[in-house]
């Protein structure tokens, strides 16, 4: 247990004292607990997980470490207790047809989807868009999405850095083989491309070809913030907008 904290502090890159000074406890205490010379309470383990930011998933596995039953409850999406959330999934996809959402899971993992993304995932092959599909896959995959991506160097090197960032706050070992892995795909760039944006660029688009002409999309992505237990903490749904005027009369228009 103790290891288990410490290494969370440091991917924080907080020093004892600094945790100390913003928690109930001193940098001695603190340390204690550290190297195994202190056992915490549970409130003290759920207090100091509050204060690094400690996914969900991972302070139960604190409290495990320390002897203590879980405090968060782990549902699985199609569970009763989950139908209110599923509901307001459900809505949120449809409520914002013509245009594409996904609900994805930690890793990535496709949830949910409206119709709208069909219009994105059109030509990729069968195999990348069977369950459980993972985005990021099916977006960078030479099979995938990445041939349409005109714009896949800037549009990789975003997705890439999201991952990163994602996988140094979770330390999760999945997400950096995936990011690994994707990185090797043709054409993906792993960092940030620099390039000069016109002007009416406010955020990089997805530029996607259709046809003899482009579709632009920018995205939102929304989490439940007061979420307690592990399913629906680490779920987040990736709403694409149309960045142009002629992306929306597309999208209008296949609408019906």
């Given at each position: 247990?103790?290891?288990?904290?410490?290494?969370?502090?440091?991917?924080?890159?907080?020093?004892?004292?600094?945790?100390?000074?913003?928690?109930?406890?001193?940098?001695?205490?603190?340390?204690?607990?550290?190297?195994?010379?202190?056992?915490?309470?549970?409130?003290?383990?759920?207090?100091?997980?509050?204060?690094?930011?400690?996914?969900?998933?991972?302070?139960?596995?604190l409290l495990?470490?320390?002897?203590?039953?879980?405090?968060?409850?782990?549902?699985?999406?199609?569970?009763?207790?989950?139908?209110?959330?599923?509901?307001?999934?459900?809505?949120?996809?449809?409520?914002?047809?013509p245009f594409p959402a996904v609900v994805?899971?930690?890793c990535w993992n496709l949830v949910a989807a409206n119709g709208p993304v069909e219009l994105l995932t059109e030509g990729a092959a069968a195999e990348l868009l069977a369950p459980p599909a993972n985005a990021l896959r099916l977006t960078l995959h030479p099979e995938g999405m990445a041939p349409r991506i005109a714009n896949l160097a800037e549009w990789s090197?975003?997705?890439l850095q999201r991952l990163r960032r994602q996988a140094a706050v979770t330390g999760d070992a999945e997400l950096e083989q995936l990011h690994d892995e994707l990185a090797d795909y043709p054409g993906v760039v792993a960092d940030p491309v620099r390039v000069e944006h016109a002007d009416a660029d406010i955020v990089l688009p997805l530029r996607l070809r259709a046809g003899d002409g482009e579709l632009a999309f920018f995205s939102t992505v929304s989490t439940f913030g007061t979420a307690v237990d592990v399913t629906l903490a680490?779920?987040?749904?990736?709403a694409f907008y149309p960045?142009?005027?002629?992306?929306?009369a597309v999208l209008l228009r296949a609408a019906g």
């Open positions: 247990m103790g290891e288990l904290l410490r290494s969370w502090r440091q991917r924080r890159n907080i020093s004892q004292l600094e945790l100390s000074s913003g928690s109930a406890v001193s940098s001695r205490h603190l340390s204690f607990i550290e190297t195994g010379r202190s056992k915490p309470s549970r409130e003290m383990l759920v207090y100091l997980s509050e204060q690094l930011e400690i996914p969900l998933r991972d302070r139960n596995q495990l470490a320390a002897g203590y039953a879980p405090v968060y409850g782990e549902h699985q999406l199609d569970d009763e207790e989950m139908a209110p959330v599923r509901a307001a999934l459900d809505r949120f996809l449809r409520a914002h047809e994805i899971d930690r090197g975003h997705l680490e779920l987040s749904i990736e960045a142009d005027d002629a992306t929306a």
